[in-house]
C-alpha cells in the first residue's frame, strides 16, 4: 500500500495548482493539518465532537477501508450531527466529485476531512465573494455546502 503522507501531499498539490487560473481548494497548501490513520469509527466521531482547534485540518482514515460510500456517509452524517464545532467532509473514491471536469478527490483513500465550522464558513462566505463558485454544478455545490446555489 502506498504512504498515505505522499498520497495526502500529491493530493494537495493537485487540488492548489491552478488550472486555467483556478484552485480547485485555494487553502489547502498554507493549511496545517494532521493525518490519522487506521481510526474505528468512536474515535473519529470524538475527534469531530471534541475539536481542539490545534489545526486546520483533521484527515482521518478508518482501519475499515473497504466500507461503502452509503457506510461511509453515514459516518460523515453522524459527526455533522454531533459535533458543534466542526464540519465533516467525506472523500470517497467511489463517489467522485468535480469541478470544471477535475477531479476534487484524493482518489485512492476513504478519508473524513474534519475542519472547524467557524473557519470553513468564513472561507465559504469570501469565496461566495468571488467567481469561485461559477465553475460548480447546482449539485456539487448542493452537497458539498449542504446549501441551495
Not at 27 to 52: M, P, Q, S
Not at 60 to 65: K, N, P, R, T, V
Not at 68 to 94: G, M, Q, R, W
Request: charged share 30%; glycine share 4%.
Amino acid at each position: 500500500m502506498s504512504n498515505i503522507y505522499k498520497d495526502i501531499e500529491k493530493w494537495i498539490k493537485r487540488i492548489t495548482t491552478p488550472i486555467n487560473g483556478y484552485q480547485i481548494c485555494p487553502y489547502a497548501r498554507k493549511a496545517k493539518y494532521k493525518i490519522y490513520t487506521h481510526l474505528d469509527r468512536v474515535t473519529l466521531l470524538k475527534y469531530a465532537i471534541y475539536w481542539k482547534g490545534e489545526y486546520d485540518l483533521m484527515i482521518c482514515e478508518l482501519a475499515d477501508s473497504s466500507m461503502t460510500v452509503e457506510e461511509a456517509s453515514y459516518i460523515e452524517y453522524e459527526c455533522n450531527l454531533f459535533a458543534k464545532d466542526t464540519i465533516t467532509l467525506l472523500d470517497h473514491p467511489d463517489k467522485p466529485g468535480y469541478i470544471d471536469g477535475n477531479y476534487t478527490g484524493n482518489g485512492k483513500r476513504i478519508l473524513f476531512l474534519i475542519q472547524s465550522k467557524e473557519d470553513l464558513q468564513k472561507a465559504r462566505t469570501h469565496l461566495k465573494t468571488t467567481t469561485y463558485y461559477n465553475l460548480w454544478t447546482n449539485t456539487y455545490y448542493k452537497d458539498i455546502l449542504r446549501e441551495e446555489k
